[in-house]
């Protein structure tokens, strides 16, 4: 690895922890660099993934503030956050590979599109059914299909995350986004444990990488909340559709 490649991941990583302490879908930074710098698509995603783990954790003890009196939730919603991740973390590493390469482009439009309709769809939910002290039944499901698409590719988890938390929960945007935190960290390190054991992670990548989202994911819950939402979604939905193309286009 050339040195400059080395730099252009590690700041990639300190954007990623960033926008993933305070919102989500900092995958979609680190993701393209990887394979703009010709990393395959599985194994981008796993390095990617065991490096982005210590990152959530330090948004998640920077906003620490914020999870007081959250203590029955994470318990609820963290273990199926935890089941959910072991579905996905399997699926990524037993499914062929082909598989991953031909959904991914999509999945990766999907996550742009929500990150731009997010507004909207928690307004729209809200306006359905008004959120609850607890979220109801359907929330621990929602985390148990969060859990699972993060453990299969994480970008845009945590944009679904809090989609689905505030939609369901009644309670300050700042303690949701720290349960939100508190979450991916589960879903994020329990995907990571089974790809360091099962998987080939490249790791000069995953020590760049975490050494960035640590950084980064301390100053973005720090200093973050100052972001534009509506700038932020829109540099992350223009490095997603670059990523899909770059994708769909080495497939062509």
């Known amino acids: 690895m050339e040195l400059w490649e080395a730099a252009v991941i590690l700041l ?22 990887l394979l703009a710098l010709g990393f395959p698509p599985v194994t981008a995603t796993v390095s990617n993934s065991i490096g982005l783990a210590p990152g959530t954790l330090s948004g998640t003890i920077a906003y620490r503030r914020e999870l007081a009196g959250q203590r029955g939730r994470i318990l609820r919603l963290g273990g199926m956050s935890f089941l959910g991740a072991m579905t996905g973390a399997l699926l990524l590493i037993y499914l062929p590979a082909g598989v991953f390469e031909f959904v991914v482009p999509f999945m990766i439009g999907g996550a742009c599109v929500l990150i731009l309709l997010q507004p909207r769809i928690t307004r729209w939910a809200r306006a359905r059914r008004p959120a609850s002290k607890n979220g109801g039944p359907l929330l621990p499901l929602g985390a148990y299909a969060t859990g699972t ?54 790791w000069p990548v995953v020590g760049l990488i975490a050494a960035g989202t640590v950084m980064g994911g301390y100053l973005g819950a720090n200093f973050g909340r100052r972001l534009s939402p509506a700038a932020l979604r829109v540099c992350l939905v223009v490095v997603g559709l670059t990523a899909a193309v770059q994708l769909v286009m080495g497939r062509i």
């Open 149 to 202: 698409y993060g453990g299969y590719f994480a970008a845009a988890q945590g944009i679904i995350l809090i989609s689905i938390l505030g939609a369901s929960l009644d309670d300050d945007l700042q303690r949701l986004n720290a349960l939100k935190n508190a979450l991916t960290t589960i879903a994020n390190g329990t995907a990571a444990v089974f790809y360091i054991v099962l998987a080939s992670p490249s």
């Open 12 to 33: 990639a990583g300190v954007a990623a922890g960033g926008v993933n302490a305070i919102a989500g879908s900092g995958t979609l930074f680190t993701f393209p660099v």
